[in-house]
């Protein structure tokens, strides 16, 4: 009997044994799955990476007359009225040349320099960008193509006049030695540049940064040709810091995305609470009448977490990815946008200085036994009174949103005389005609018709699917239609 029961006993330890061991096999199986990295085929396929690159010749040849419109038509205005003066700067050869810009930015730790990582292919590489729980972003780091992986410091890239960012040495020797450049030759910095930010701490204060860190983030932001505001579950309150952001951002929201990163790491319900919580944090902040469009997902190569939205996180991500595919593929439309926008700018600029001008010469000669100074200083300091910016604004093609602030006209003119200017009738001559004439053909006929021609040239629709894969087709004429 006893022996019966040993064998009855080792027959069943040995089974439980063996069903133990297979079940722990399962197990590291299944954990070894679900830890695998997502498969980024999505990503190429709706950048449409392998794609070849548009006709050479009319990429070219629109950047050549670009440049000869610029150069002719709208940067002797901006010299003759010393633009740059009003805290701006000259649109180099190598901004207009240059490839689309990608600007990220948010609080610190939201995921942005993982965002990066993921969508240029660098995650698990030497390449890759420095991430952690703690702020690890401390510079602005533009990233961009090259034949081989090399960083670049800030003096020597802002020296680099075939590259866009000379402008930024007038930030000052303190800012360059924050900012870092590195070249990486991955598919896609062979169509766009990707500019990384320092995380936004809200108890900083902006002395501490060392520069101004609120007008470099407007100098990248006014050029930029797409900007992801990147946000996580736990960092959703909008402090000083962002909230300036915002306010330079006023004007470019058809280019903001903003993100809300990390969404797998709450449970579905707590997320639409989150959603719900950034939503009408950032409403407010954002100057359009139709409310921000929030894209949520998780900007990595890991797997989802169980028992979340997945499905919806990949329909997001590629959302995000066909907006950026637009930018790549519209960088020339963009580029023309851009030159037009700042012809407009520089227009009421001229404008504006020359009410000035008019102004102190109609009121010098009734003050015979005034003080000329006096009076520059009262038109300077009191501008309503004179009707100076609501006369500019009822000129033809000027919008009163387009103003500046009045405040930096007393900065302009505090360090430039009213008399050191000459009026608009004065920039005419009999053989090369008037420079506002120029700039207003530029705005009105020039940048418009080589949008045209562009948009003639090119001359293709497209169609996406669900996929994100899209497909290029010419359209069709009517071989009938009469000439």
Not at 43 to 55: A, R, V
């Amino acid at each position: 009997m006893a022996s019966i029961s040993c064998m009855l006993s080792c027959r069943f330890g040995g089974f439980s044994l063996f069903f133990l061991l297979f079940a722990f096999v399962i197990t590291v199986q299944a954990a070894s799955q679900n830890d695998a990295d997502r498969d980024r085929k999505h990503i190429d396929k709706t950048l449409l990476l392998d794609e070849q690159e548009e006709n050479e010749k009319l990429f070219h040849n629109t950047l050549k007359n670009l440049k000869y419109i610029y150069k002719n038509s709208i940067l002797p205005m901006e010299e003759a009225y010393k633009y740059t003066e009003l805290g701006h700067q000259t649109i180099t050869d190598g901004e207009i040349t240059g490839k689309p810009m990608v600007l990220f930015l948010g609080p610190w730790s939201t995921g942005k320099s993982t965002m990066i990582n993921y969508l240029i292919g660098m995650e698990g590489t030497a390449d890759s960008l420095h991430t952690g729980a703690q702020p690890t972003t401390s510079d602005f780091t533009v990233i961009m193509n090259g034949n081989k992986s090399r960083s670049i410091e800030g003096i020597v890239l802002t020296a680099d006049g075939d590259k866009s960012f000379a402008a930024l040495s007038s930030f000052g020797k303190t800012f360059l030695e924050k900012l870092l450049g590195y070249e990486y030759s991955y598919d896609l910095l062979e169509k766009i540049t990707v500019i990384d930010t320092p995380g936004i701490i809200e108890n900083r204060k902006q002395q501490e940064r060392g520069y101004p860190f609120n007008e470099v983030c407007q100098w990248f932001i006014d050029r930029a040709d797409l900007i992801f505001v990147v946000f996580d579950p736990t960092k959703l309150d909008v402090g000083t810091e962002l909230e300036s952001i915002f306010k330079m951002l006023k004007g470019r929201e058809s280019q903001i995305r903003i993100i809300l990163n990390k969404a797998d790491s709450i449970e579905p319900q707590e997320l639409m609470r989150v959603y719900g919580a950034l939503f009408w944090s950032l409403a407010p902040l954002i100057n359009v009448t139709e409310p921000p469009r929030v894209y949520i997902g998780s900007f990595w190569s890991r797997p989802y977490k169980m028992h979340t939205h997945s499905d919806l996180f990949l329909q997001e991500e590629i959302s995000v990815l066909r907006d950026l595919r637009d930018v790549i593929e519209n960088r020339l439309q963009n580029k023309i946008a851009f030159i037009r926008q700042h012809a407009i700018s520089v227009r009421i600029h001229a404008l504006l200085v020359d009410r000035f001008i008019s102004t102190f010469n109609d009121k010098k000669p009734n003050m015979l036994f005034g003080n000329p100074e006096d009076v520059a200083r009262d038109i300077i300091e009191n501008p309503n009174k004179y009707y100076i910016f609501k006369a500019v604004a009822s000129k033809v093609n000027v919008s009163k949103y387009d103003l500046p602030r009045q405040d930096d006209y007393k900065d302009f003119f505090s360090i430039n005389a009213i008399n050191s200017f000459q009026s608009l009738d004065h920039h005419c001559s009999y053989f090369n005609g008037c420079l506002m004439d120029h700039i207003e053909n530029a705005i009105s006929n020039q940048l418009p018709k080589l949008l045209s021609d562009l948009r003639k040239q090119k001359n293709v629709t497209q169609t996406c699917q669900a996929d994100g894969t899209c497909k290029e087709e010419k359209l069709q004429t009517n071989k009938y239609k009469k000439p």
